[in-house]
């Protein structure tokens, strides 16, 4: 209930005067596969859509959460995810290790094959004789600050922008998101993965 009020708290605050605007900020899985993470930011919020890890990288497995644009963690409004696939998910208990305490949005599926994507990618991680990059205690703040949104249900993520999910029919509770910002001179979807048959 606190969680809630909080973030409705942030969502409802009153909004910056200015023009809306967005612009997709590219912090991986571009020209790559795995580490998918986008940034939304419009002149009231930024919003991380997706936050992967590349498997096959020992060098390079996160996101680049130190680019300015995301500094400090806790000026990020919210997160959203597509799907629970660890290309897709599987850094996101790394920003409640680093500060991070805000809303997650996802469908319900997602938020619990997420969870357990994540407590195996700490189990393989210790089989390989490697550090994980973040703890259970982690995923289980990640899972408390998951925000479950049905498909086709509009809900707000921040003042300025509202978020869609519909069926991107690539795993059980993927989605494609549809952000509409301010009154609705800017939309972006951001797929994730879709399946088009």
């Known amino acids: 209930k606190n969680l809630l009020n909080r973030f409705g708290h942030s969502i409802y605050r009153a909004p910056l005067p200015g023009k809306a605007w967005g612009r997709l900020t590219a912090l991986g899985s571009y020209r790559e596969v795995g580490r998918?993470?986008?940034?939304?930011?419009?002149?009231?919020?930024?919003v991380l859509i997706d936050v992967g890890v590349?498997?096959?990288?020992?060098?390079?497995?996160?996101?680049?959460?130190?680019?300015?644009?995301?500094?400090?963690?806790?000026?990020?409004?919210?997160?959203?995810?597509?799907?629970?696939?660890?290309?897709?998910?599987?850094m996101l208990p790394v920003l409640f290790k680093y500060g991070y305490d805000?809303?997650?949005?996802?469908?319900?599926?997602?938020?619990?094959?997420?969870?357990?994507?994540?407590?195996?990618?700490?189990?393989v991680a210790?089989?390989?004789?490697?550090?994980?990059?973040?703890s259970m205690e982690h995923v289980r703040k990640a899972v408390l600050n998951t925000v479950a949104v049905n498909w086709n249900s509009t809900t707000d993520v921040a003042p300025d922008l509202k978020l869609t999910f519909h069926n991107a029919g690539h795993i059980l509770g993927s989605s494609s998101c549809h952000f509409h910002i301010g009154d609705g001179a800017h939309n972006i979807v951001i797929s994730g993965d879709t399946k088009y048959e």
């Open 36 to 46: 998918a993470c986008h940034l939304l930011t419009t002149n009231e919020s930024k």
């Open 54 to 90: 590349n498997i096959a990288s020992d060098t390079e497995p996160m996101p680049y959460f130190n680019a300015p644009e995301v500094l400090p963690l806790d000026s990020i409004d919210a997160v959203v995810l597509t799907h629970a696939h660890l290309d897709h998910a599987g």
């Open 102 to 123: 805000g809303p997650v949005f996802s469908t319900p599926p997602t938020r619990d094959l997420a969870a357990l994507l994540q407590t195996d990618y700490i189990k």
């Open 126 to 134: 210790g089989y390989e004789g490697k550090a994980p990059p973040y």
